[in-house]
């Protein structure tokens, strides 16, 4: 599994933009497996809590399956939001 740091800067319904920590932009779909919700995703984008994703890629789309969702500011979220 490959991993992602960055900002959440658009989160719409299971579909969301991190802008990565080393440069440019990557689309994510949530998968159900990682056990936020849609409202989760935007309480992390509104806070621009820096999160790390794992994920996987998802042959023949632009955007990767994210499987877990970490957020990193201390205090936020409790550390983690799986």
Partial sequence: MQVARGTIVVAQEQRFQLELAS???RLFLLAPTAGLLD???KRLAAA???VEVHYR???GLI???AEKV???A???MEG???
Avoid: K, N, Y
């Fill in 80 to 82: 983690s939001v799986e």
């Fill in 57 to 59: 890629p998802l042959e």
């Fill in 48 to 50: 621009q809590t820096e």
């Fill in 39 to 41: 409202r989760d995703l």
């Fill in 70 to 72: 970490l957020a990193l």
């Fill in 23 to 25: 440069g440019g932009r």
């Fill in 63 to 65: 955007a990767a399956s």
């Fill in 74 to 76: 201390p205090g936020s």
